[in-house]
């Protein structure tokens, strides 16, 4: 698991992020941008036009600094801060061609991850108080998982596991694979003893072989709500509980209130509206 932090992906994955992008969008080149005199200079503004919390500035950067290493760019806000609509959150100052060229991938993933920062918030917000801990799936946008799993701790969210090497899940179809509950966490901890150890769970009885089993984490998959509740007095804080499935803002905060210390919500990183941003330039 990765720590809760503010930490971005490493210089070269956004590096790698920003050249995938920039390549589907440019091709041989950016026809439109031709049309620029070569050495025209461009200030810009930048503006959140609706509330939201951002995320995604070094990707933003990157793209700029991409087109124009010289580019000046001065942001007003930083990552894991909430503005107001209509905040002006950041000047630049460039080459006209490497703006306007650079303009649209720089605004995909400042929109798509200052989404999902805000989406991550509201959820956070509404188990305020619980002591629940709000996390990420692996439902995220291919190619940009470190990038949406930074922006859900922006929002004040928290990292499941990055991908299928860094914990073990075990659920329905790995059980039956493995000939049950017990034989799939006996061979999960000779193989892995190092990883935490997950099984999802579908009903009361499954619940105690995990505990029976010794796991580190049960996941409760589409309990309802009684049934949840039962559930955390038979675990009596034994181990961690998690409740998946069937989560929105309508129901996560009943879910928080049932004692269970996660819930995790793919709809953070699959559900995402961008934040509408707007970038203005005027010539320098």
């Not at 969008?25 to 503004?45: F, H, I, K, Q, V």
């Not at 950041?90 to 989406?119: I, K, M, P």
């Not at 796991?215 to 309802?224: A, E, H, I, K, T």
Request: a negative charge; proline letters at 3%; hydrophobic letters at 45%.
């Amino acid at each position: 698991m990765s720590p809760d932090t503010l930490t971005a992906p490493s210089a070269a994955q956004i590096a790698g992020d920003v050249e995938r992008a920039l390549a589907e969008d440019l091709g041989s080149g950016d026809a439109t941008a031709e049309l620029l005199p070569d050495e025209a200079r461009a200030e810009a503004t930048l503006t959140c036009r609706e509330s939201a919390m951002i995320a995604g500035i070094p990707w933003f950067d990157a793209c700029v600094r991409r087109m124009d290493p010289s580019a000046r760019i001065d942001w007003h806000t930083a990552d894991g801060q909430r503005v107001a609509a209509g905040t002006l959150i950041c000047h630049l100052d460039g080459r006209a061609r490497a703006l306007v060229s650079a303009e649209r991938s720089a605004l995909n993933f400042l929109q798509l991850l200052s989404g999902t920062a805000t989406q991550t918030a509201e959820y956070v917000a509404a188990v305020a108080g619980t002591g629940v801990r709000v996390l990420d799936t692996r439902k995220t946008v291919p190619g940009l998982r470190l990038a949406q799993k930074y922006a859900v701790r922006c929002g004040g969210g928290h990292n499941h596991r990055m991908g299928l090497h860094d914990a073990i899940l075990v659920k329905e179809n790995h059980i039956i694979a493995a000939g049950g509950i017990a034989a799939a966490v006996q061979a999960a901890r000779r193989l892995h003893p190092q990883l935490l150890l997950e099984v999802e769970v579908e009903n009361l009885d499954e619940l105690a072989q995990a505990l029976a089993a010794g796991v580190d984490r049960v996941l409760l998959d589409n309990f309802s709500l009684p049934l949840m509740c039962a559930a955390v007095r038979q675990a009596a804080g034994r181990v961690p509980l998690e409740a998946s499935g069937n989560v929105d803002l309508h129901t996560i905060g009943d879910y928080a209130r049932t004692g269970v210390d996660f819930i995790s919500v793919g709809a953070l990183t699959k559900h995402v509206r961008a934040v509408d941003l707007s970038l203005r330039l005027r010539l320098g």
